[in-house]
């Protein structure tokens, strides 16, 4: 059985760590969110077709050293083609049945057991489902009591919402699907394709999963899915190989090769590797990318510091990102696309 795992996003809201890094492998615990996606693959599941464009190359790298055990295919779109159009992209790798999975989402789906209801409904294609508390933010379905969903409902007033049920960003789907997305060309398969096989097949189904979803779409998310795995696995932070830490960690994610100076403290931050924080420095709520330096006495508060920037001594920064390189050529100026939420 195959997986095609999206993964060739700009990852626009996650700049300036996507100016330098593939959106998927941005560390999470200090491992690539990728890798935590793959690891909940049912073993059913022998090949993984990679949707990739943008970064590309990173990603082959990392795969090339790194063995899950299934045959990955790293597949390149010519140009970005949206959800649907790099689903269509990965036809010739599918052979039955498919899982198609955003790599930008970390949650508690056990991903058997939505196989195992998509193959009781004898489903056509049926998508994860995850309850929110604010409706009007979203696309809602409506669903009938046997899981069959009749329409998607986007934005509704809290009074009109036809449930609490959003769209969780994985699909298992019949081949026949592929059959409704065109070639070659840019589709979303939310948008255009979902409402089709609703309307054609009437056997579109939704499974409903219970315990954390984050879509890890912004340096806040970001943040918080960190937070909640550090939570999980009950501790108060997590560091790398050879770091030298002589200040404090509180809830925060360091990794290799980090110094943290003496009376220096780090709160609900994220340090990417190489990373080196002077002393009597103030973190809370910052992602700071790869072999950036913090000089003494900074305080930083909501603040992304790209890979290789450095802050001067003293510096205080507040609600900021830090970014003083050129954006790399072809990177958009805004979000192309969202398939989660907006
Ligand atoms: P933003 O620019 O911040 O919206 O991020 P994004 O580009 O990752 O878009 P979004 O979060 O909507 O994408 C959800 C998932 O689909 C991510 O895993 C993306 O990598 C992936 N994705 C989005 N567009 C494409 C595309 O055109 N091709 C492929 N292969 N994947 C895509």
Known sequence: MEAIILAGGFGTRLRPFTFTRAKSLLPILNEPMIAHLIKTLPKKVDTVVLAV????????EY???HDFGRTII???EPEPLGTGGAVKFAEKHIVGNFFVLNADIICSLNLGEMLRFHERKKAVATISLWPVENVSEFGV???RNDGAITKFVEKPKAEDAPSDLINAGAYLLEPQVLNYIESGKLVSMEKEIFPQIIQNTGRFFGYKFQGHWIDVGRISSYLSVHRLLLEKQ???FIQGEQCNVYGKLQLS???????VGKNSSIDSSVLFDEVVVGENVTMDHCVIGQNVTIGDGVMLRNVAVGDNESIRQG???ENAVVWNQPIPEGYPSKQIGNVIGE
């Open 315 to 317: 510096t205080s920064l």
């Open 234 to 236: 009950k501790k108060t």
């Open 53 to 60: 464009n943008y970064r590309r190359e990173q990603i082959e």
């Open 253 to 259: 994610c360091v990794g290799n090769k980090v110094t």
């Open 63 to 65: 795969f090339c050293s």
């Open 74 to 76: 790293v597949n390149e």
């Open 141 to 143: 379905v409506d669903i």
